[in-house]
């Protein structure tokens, strides 16, 4: 298994919250991540369209996943959606997040929520801010 692979694993395990979303990762390297989901009736709001944080979550997901390849515990330090079309039940959306940027401590990230006309959902924007942290506690950790 790659290091970014391990580093996918390891922040699954632990991520709840995306296995309660019911992503299904698709793709996934340093810098990038494409995953999808299908929304369930627990994730509408009251106009029986998927509720606007359920989206900013898929792409919070697919964001961090991108950022954190490195293999550096990488946090948000800004995010910000715009919702351009609604989705209902049933409808499974893809979530494509890309790296724009890579600097020493900041990245910069695109993320596209598309429906499966691929027809643009949401787009969401974000700033990580890379940490001297690992991710995986492993070697990298104790020299450190």
Known sequence: ?????????????QDHYSRW???IIDEYRVGYCRLHFTI???M???????????????????FAFACNGQGKL????????????????GEVIT???KEL???????????L???????LVASFKGTGYRTAKPVCGDDNEKAE
Not at 1 to 13: I, S, T, Y
Not at 113 to 119: K, R
């Open 1 to 13: 298994m790659g290091a970014e692979q391990k580093v996918l694993a390891a922040m699954l395990d």
């Open 21 to 23: 979303l019911g992503i």
């Open 40 to 42: 369930r009736e627990e």
């Open 44 to 62: 509408l709001n009251g106009f029986g369209i998927v509720h606007g944080g359920v989206l900013f979550s898929a792409a919070d997901s697919a």
């Open 74 to 89: 990488t946090v948000a330090l800004d995010a910000s959606i715009s919702f351009i079309k609604s989705a209902k039940a």
């Open 95 to 97: 979530v494509e997040s």
């Open 101 to 111: 940027h890579s600097g020493n401590r900041t990245g910069f990230y695109d993320i």
């Open 113 to 119: 929520l598309t429906n499966e006309q691929n027809e």
